[in-house]
């Protein structure tokens, strides 16, 4: 199995910055792509942002020139830092692993951190 676990977090004037991390733990041998998704209250759950093994990433608009994602694989983590913080940004933020290869050469699919809170006041 595969655990994720976020942090980072907070609360933060509009205009600041905050720095999300996810470490991924478990069976894992490697991990493609990671991901970022937030759910503002009555709101459906969205994509904020990916990144591939390869480097590559994938931001959704409205978060573009603000907000980067990055990742260390020695460590299994995925960062989000995000600056120009919005009261729109406001939203428990979900780390997300949609594909692990383990050790043993196995596929498991769709991981899910537990949501850390980023509250942005005006």
């Known amino acids: 199995q595969v655990q994720l676990v976020e942090s980072g977090g907070g609360l933060v004037q509009a205009g600041g910055s905050l720095r999300l991390s996810c470490a991924a733990s478990g069976s894992i041998f490697s991990i493609n792509a990671m991901a970022w998704y937030r759910q503002a209250p009555g709101k459906q759950r969205e994509f904020v942002a990916s990144i591939t093994s390869d480097g590559s990433t994938n931001y959704k608009d409205s978060v573009k020139g603000r907000f980067t994602i990055s990742r260390d694989d020695a460590r299994n983590t995925v960062y989000l830092q995000m600056d120009s913080l919005k009261p729109e940004d406001t939203a428990v933020y979900y780390c997300?692993?949609?594909?692990?290869?383990?050790?043993?050469?196995?596929?498991?699919?769709?991981?899910w951190g537990q949501g850390t809170q980023v509250t942005v006041s005006s």
């Open positions: 997300n692993v949609p594909e692990v290869v383990t050790p043993l050469n196995k596929r498991l699919y769709d991981y």
